[in-house]
């Protein structure tokens, strides 16, 4: 019943609010009577109370995000009394001071002493000071900080996408982040206008106030009243009217002026002024000296200097006792000092996945300073998850002044797996064909796929481009090689936290299926080494439905997990296929010819059979060799490496080309979907492997 009770209470004010909106609106052309108008008007000042004092206890601007609506709920209300209070003062003015109401009448006589021309004086004060002073000023400051918020919004969802990218925020809190970012630069919006129904308050306040002394007098006089009687009668009620409206507005408009500053302190003023006004003992007992040399001044009453000038050595002596205090409680409760074993069981851990880079790369780094790799490493990992199914652990980026001011390594678990080296002001020119003409540079080689490069001045990129060469900059550099590094070593990265992880998510919708393979059919362990060796060879691993469904389907025929994985291939065969299909729908990819899959096979069996079997060094060399200039041939053609070998032989023939050519993927028939036509570009055979030797 409880967590049902604020539903309740909530679709209640759902109906009030709206509701009460209306009425406000009809006070405009109904007859509201003076009691009634008693209540209507002690309610906008204790509304205009409320929305003050609620503007000095935030810490934030976004904890009253609602303001800009009380603004113009509350500006609504003061108008629609004016307009009911207008009408009772010039239909039943001539009844009395009271016409308008007792909350009139106690402004009109005894806030200003019943003496008009002092009310009106006060009035006009008031008025001013809310419409020069503090209403000009809180739209000058909305308006600015409207600006700013909306100019700096790209930076901050740049930070915002850095910090995701670093690991600083996980996925729900950078959207909570966005979300209180579009929040932000919406509430700023909205108070630049809210300042506008301020602004217009007070304006109608003045006119509202002329045409209650003008209409009263000419309605007091038709009505057989003499001059003197009308002009003190309807002057009372004019000027209680007035001030009746006029202070909610200047507390709504110093709650406005409030509430767009709120963002330079970000705590309540009460505590703001106390930390920063008091905080500092120096510059309070100067000010405390220097009064009591004006209560030495001859002429200057002593008494009021002398006693400010006390409470200030009170206040600040106070403040200093607190200080202290919190000081010693804090550095009681602290953490002790971590001992020396402590220090070095912190040393031990390690990031999973990290990139050091050296001091001229910082700016790549940078977002401050425009550098946009972050941004490339979270797109990158958005990538691989889509490609590989896996989720990488997020980038560890940091400097490291061992390494060469532009060179770059990176490391999973502490080890490097590659490095390499920018030139500070160059770009980087690719020649992807081989053959393009020299550039006026430095020749070099691609870090991340070893082809001939040149790097050269900015100046030179048109051309470089022109003349067929891809031009890149540090940050694409180092992002471009970060991912074929990370799609190279991607099954180092895939643990049994990260499986159990795609469990998880496949439980969300075949519990069942998940429930029924691991650890039953099969144990964790086993299934990330299939995992792996999937991922080993770039297979993508999103499909864990058709993988668990394999297992569950093959595990009874075998436990090994070599066997499985070859069985998995099979069943992913669409998968595989659509990788190295082309836009014909065709698979480009080499082949073997018959006889040398037969030495292959007697190979194996001679190996099996424990009597040999090990392939001719000269065969192996010449194989090799001509694998490599048909993969030339498969990268001036734009198409993938692809060799396709019979599903007995497709372990054995990775196992020869995956340390010489990694790049080289080797499939089974059984993977290749019938539909798909296989278009061969190279047969390799052992006549052609010794004529290449």
Known sequence: MSAQAPTRSSDRWDMVVPLGIIGVVLMMVLPVPAPLLDVLLSFSVALAVGVFLTALFIEEALEFSAFPAFVLIATLLRLSLNVATTRRILLHGAEGPSAAGHVVEAFGRFVVEGNVLVGLVVFLILAVINFVVITKGAGRVAEVAARFTLDAMPGKQMAIDADLASGALDGEGARSRRKNLEREADFFGAMDGASKFVHGDAIAGLLITAINLVGGLVMGLSSGMDLAQAGETFSVLSVGDALSTQIPALLIS????????????????????SDQLLGRPRPVLMTAGIMTLLALVPGMPAFPCLLMAGGLVLASRSRTRRTEAATAAAGASSEPRRSASEEVDAALGLETLTLEVGYELVGVVDTARGGTLLDRVAALRQQLARDLGLVMPPVHVGDNLSLQPGGYRVLILGNEIGRGLCRAGRLLAVDPSGMSPALDGERTTDPTFNMPAWWIAQRDKELAEALGYTVVDHATILATHLGELLRTNAHRLLGRQEVQHLLEVLARTAPKLVDDVVPALISLGDLLRVLRNLVRESVSIRDMRTILESLAEFSAQTKDV????????????????????????????????????????????????????????????????????????????????????????????????????????????????????????????????????
Do not use: C
């Not at 110093?254 to 002024?273: D, K, L, N, Q």
């Not at 659509?578 to 001679?606: N, P, Q, Y």
């Open 254 to 273: 110093a709650a406005a002026g409030i509430v767009v500053t709120r963002s330079a302190t970000r705590e309540p003023i009460g505590r703001a002024f």
């Open 562 to 693: 070599e066997q499985l994985t070859e069985l998995v291939r099979e069943r992913l065969a669409p998968q595989i296929t659509s990788r190295f299909k082309g836009g014909d729908s065709s698979v480009a990819a080499m082949t073997l010819d018959a006889s040398l899959e037969d030495i292959l096979r007697r190979s194996l069996r001679d190996i099996a059979a424990g009597t040999g079997g090990a392939l001719d060094p000269a065969l192996l060399r010449g194989v090799v060799q001509s694998a490599e200039r048909a993969v030339g041939t498969f990268n001036a053609q734009g198409v993938t490496p692809l060799l396709v070998s019979p599903p007995d032989l497709r372990r054995y023939v990775r196992a020869i080309f995956e340390w010489k050519l990694p790049q080289l993927a080797i499939v089974s028939f059984r993977e290749i979907e019938p539909s798909a036509q296989l278009r061969v570009i190279e047969r390799l055979g052992p006549t052609h492997a010794l004529d290449g030797r």
